[in-house]
């Protein structure tokens, strides 16, 4: 198996960088249903737009390359240990070069290894088959998507549908309460899978087995076959839409197992996935270790603007393009005075200098000074992936994270420093809604994903704080220009994220009735 280590950095590469072609089938047939001059469609067309940059770029499509999570089967003889050392030595080279960002966190110290190995970094399942090669297959799912994976136990009372009980009903229910609770969090519209029985840690694992089905195959067993198809034709009369935005799309592929349970428990856990549904296989000659075939349709000549159609050069993305909105460019440091004339629906432009900081910043930042005067500026919840030469840093990929991490904190560091925007994905809650609206600020919500996108906005690594953090959750200072978000928590108290929650919940209730006899 002397080529198996590139083999497994070549699998890493493709799946980062290139989204498989089922996926861009699902994402053709979503933006065929919305109406691209709404919110919706905007962020649409803008995670078309990165799909087609990632892939010419062959950076990453999204820059939470998540935790490296590997399937693979094995004939009898053939030595795991090696393998599992030619993986980590394949993830070694994908993170230096920029395919993959450093994720892999010391849960008490917080230190970040630097080269996506730890314990229990990268998760590799080995299993044994009868078949003469080797089936590898990869999942990269961020962060983002897997906090808002689910579990219930039934029977449960949940949110807006009564009583689920351990049945076919139970079951529909907790699926369409799971996708009402990501909103917009998880980098909708999204894909689930769907894990039925087990205990709780393998109803979690066949969930996630879930995701490695291709989009289009049909479940053999003929009760989940329906209940897929009712979940993906129900889901979407949600109005969540893609980014949490409102709209006629919410969820993009659904897939659905079974299996046994103790008769004390009854579990229904869900694996939800974004957009980016990065997961691709290779199948390999044991004796050499080269690549026999990709499991996985290459994305590569499919476009994602109609579906079945040859790939044509990605379309721009018109800011205006939203219906009732306006287009208004800021440059850094903004003033109160322009803060308060914004508006939720606004498309704003930004050029100058922002700061990113995630986790580790905030609580930071809650009994600390800032390294630099943050009156007027702009904070970007983002991680970026980073590569640095002689020239100094630069940024391969930087889409944002899920803010409501940063609820527990942002309301007092916005009134502390004089913030005046906040950008991330998901939106924010009611403490940070009303610091926006007693400090003069504003909350953008950016497209989650688009990490080509945002990263061809930024034009320089002016410099960095706190590495000590790690680069995901360092202080990076960037000269933007053209950064595009939308206005979706304005400094008048509205928000378009509490507005899409409420009526989305009134629609779930809805779904409260009997459907399957």
């Known amino acids: ?41 905007l962020a649409l067309t803008t995670i078309a737009q990165n799909i087609g940059m990632a892939e010419l770029q062959v950076s990453p499509i999204c820059q939470d390359t998540g935790m490296p999570t590997f399937i693979i089967h094995t004939p009898v003889g053939v030595n795991q240990i090696e393998m599992k050392k030619d993986i ?14 450093p994720n892999s966190v010391d849960s008490l110290t917080g230190e970040n290894s630097g ?26 799912k961020g962060g983002g998507c897997e906090n808002k994976n689910i579990q219930y136990s039934l029977p ?18 907790c699926i369409l309460h ?44 003929e009760d989940l076959r329906k209940l897929e198809d009712y979940i993906m034709e129900n889901a979407n009369k949600l109005g969540i839409g893609t980014m949490g935005f409102g709209g006629e799309v919410t969820l993009l592929g659904c897939k659905i197992g079974v299996m046994n349970r103790l008769p004390a428990s009854f579990f229904v856990s869900v694996a939800y996935n974004c957009w980016a549904f990065r997961r691709q296989g290779i199948l390999v000659e044991p004796a050499t270790g080269n690549i026999k075939d990709w499991l996985y349709e290459s994305g590569t000549g499919i476009s994602v603007d109609e579906p079945d159609s040859a790939a044509t050069e990605p379309a721009a993305v018109p800011a205006e393009a939203a219906v009732g909105s306006r287009e208004v460019r800021l440059t850094t440091p903004v003033s109160e005075e ?51 030469d ?42 940070t809604l009303q610091a926006l609206q007693e400090h003069g600020g504003v909350y953008l919500n950016a497209i989650g994903g688009a990490a080509q996108y945002y990263a061809e906005c930024i034009k320089k690594v002016n410099a960095v704080d706190f590495m000590e953090f790690g680069i995901p959750e360092a202080m990076w200072h960037l000269q933007v220009d053209g950064f595009a978000a939308i206005v979706t928590m304005d400094a008048h108290g509205n928000s378009l994220h509490a507005d899409v929650e409420k009526d989305s919940a009134a629609k779930l209730a809805q779904f409260r009735e009997p459907v399957f006899k």
Not at 20 to 40: F, I, M, N
Not at 88 to 101: P, V
Not at 392 to 399: D, Q
Request: proline fraction near 3%; include cysteine; charge should be neutral.
């Open 1 to 41: 198996m002397q080529n198996f280590e590139e083999s497994i950095y070549n699998l890493i590469v493709e799946t980062s960088t290139n989204l498989p072609g089922d996926v861009r089938r699902a994402v053709a047939k979503g933006r065929a249903l919305e109406d691209r001059a709404t919110r919706s469609g």
């Open 115 to 140: 080269d996506n190995l730890g314990a229990g970094t990268p998760v590799i399942h080995f299993e044994q088959w009868e078949e003469e090669n080797v089936d590898v297959r990869l999942i990269l």
């Open 390 to 431: 002689d020239e100094g840093w630069h940024v391969k990929a930087a889409g944002p994270t899920t803010s409501i991490r940063e609820e527990p904190y942002q309301g007092e560091i916005i009134k502390k420093f004089g913030i005046r925007a906040v950008i991330g994905k998901g939106g924010m809650g009611p403490k």
């Open 156 to 173: 449960a009372e949940l949110e807006g549908l009564g009583k689920a009980g351990r049945d076919l009903e139970g079951i529909r229910k």
């Open 88 to 101: 980590h030595s394949a993830i070694i080279r994908a993170t230096k070069n920029g395919k993959l960002r």
């Open 178 to 221: 799971a996708v009402y609770q990501a909103q917009g969090q998880g980098c909708s519209a999204g894909f689930i899978g769907v894990g039925i029985g087990g205990d709780r840690t393998t109803g979690y694992e066949l969930a996630k087995k879930q995701l490695f089905r291709k989009v289009e195959d049909v479940n053999p067993v």
């Open 338 to 388: 322009e803060i308060r004339s914004l508006r939720v629906g606004d498309v704003v432009i930004l050029s100058g200098e922002m700061h990113t900081g995630r986790d580790a910043l905030h609580k930071y930042l809650m009994d600390h000074d800032a390294p630099v005067d943050l009156n007027g500026a702009v904070i970007y919840h983002c991680g970026p992936v980073m590569l640095k």
